[in-house]
């Protein structure tokens, strides 16, 4: 022990005498590699997950806010429309009268973010009848490992029903969706909905060229999220998940309520051609999320879930026909890279 204690004093000391052209850059490339390494390390860890998914958030903010997408409608069921059915859940009769209306005017597709799994009296008949239509998309809940899940509406065709699960990141923000996943239902609600409208504009989903598993719209290619992609080191990435593309705060689609439709006070022209998301966004309802704009809307800082069904639905039609690409990430040899860089450099 005592003869390993002196060469290592030895060793010190000779790099002590050594000449300034050879110590400078020993000093450097070992200072590069200790502050270079901590950092990789603390990030491998997670520790800087948070402050890089703040930085996203305000990246996000700070983007032009997008024109309404044109291609969707939203019918908002709001706390006015609760107060004038005088019930919540709207009863089977409200919905299937609503459903009935739309479909005057020929939308694409209607999505119903709402859960029909019990009848909810009365009009159960005039509401199946009204899930006859193929461009009825319903909802349905994945199982969850505390849960069963919550069905579809009974006798829906597999094909009509969509998960509307959303994914919260460990500070409770929506950022990513989910598009896949392995499941009874497969499709996510909007994904469904999304099909449905790129199907009449003649785009059919096809296997990626870089990757057979990856979706292809279009020219364009969906590379799903990893476990570390970008700014993540801890989420769970099973399924097939993106990087949701917001387009705006607000407004990400023109919007009406439930009684103007059932009063025929809209015009025609917002239905025909479009895809029709049903949801609602009346406060006791409960159903809203906090998002990567919520820090900046002091008024209402978490958005609806039929919003944000909306707000992927416009991502995935707007990437094929507006060239709206998919955000991308460096892989992790780049990002080493960049780093090891940026701390030589300081």
Not at 76 to 100: C, F, G, H, V
Not at 162 to 174: Q, R, W
Not at 223 to 249: C, F, H, K, M, V
Not at 288 to 306: C, E, H, I
Request: glycine share 6%; proline share 8%; charged share 20%.
């Amino acid at each position: 022990m005592t003869e390993l204690v002196r060469r290592i004093r030895q060793c010190w000391s000779n790099l002590a005498n050594l000449p300034a052209v050879v110590s400078v850059p020993l000093s450097i490339g070992v200072t590069t590699v200790a502050i270079a390494g901590s950092l990789l390390v603390m990030r491998q860890a997670g520790w800087l997950q948070p402050l890089e998914l703040m930085v996203f958030d305000q990246m996000v903010r700070s983007r032009p806010t997008q024109e309404p997408d044109p291609r969707l409608l939203i019918v908002s069921i709001t706390e006015k429309d609760i107060q004038t059915q005088k019930r919540w859940p709207l009863s089977d009769q409200t919905i299937a009268t609503l459903l009935q209306k739309l479909q005057q005017h020929q939308p694409i597709a209607i999505g119903l973010d709402i859960l029909r799994d019990f009848p909810q009296e009365p009009g159960n008949a005039a509401l199946k009848k009204q899930f006859q239509a193929p461009n009825i998309i319903a909802i349905t809940g994945l199982q969850q490992a505390d849960d069963y899940g919550t069905p579809p509406p009974p006798g829906m065709p597999e094909e009509q029903v969509g998960f509307n699960d959303v994914l919260t990141d460990p500070d409770g923000v929506i950022r990513r969706s989910l598009l896949f996943a392995d499941a009874d239902y497969p499709y996510s609600f909007a994904v469904r909905l999304a099909f449905a409208y790129l199907k009449a504009q003649g785009i059919e989903p096809k296997a990626g060229l870089k990757n057979p598993d990856n979706l292809r719209l279009g020219s364009v290619e969906f590379e799903p999220l990893e476990s570390d992609a970008g700014g993540y080191q801890t989420i769970d990435s099973a399924g097939y998940q993106l990087l949701l593309n917001y387009r705006a705060p607000h407004n990400v689609a023109r919007t009406v309520s439930v009684t103007q439709v059932l009063n025929g006070q809209i015009d025609p022209a917002w239905v025909k051609g479009k895809v029709v998301l049903i949801g609602a966004t009346a406060r006791s309802a409960k159903d809203d999320f906090l998002t990567p704009y919520s820090p900046a809307q002091q008024n209402r800082p978490k958005m609806p879930g039929v919003e944000i069904h909306a707000q992927i639905v416009s991502q995935l039609i707007s990437a094929p026909l507006n060239g709206r690409l998919p955000f991308w990430f460096w892989s992790n040899s780049w990002e080493i890279a960049w780093i090891v860089g940026w701390v030589l450099a300081g």
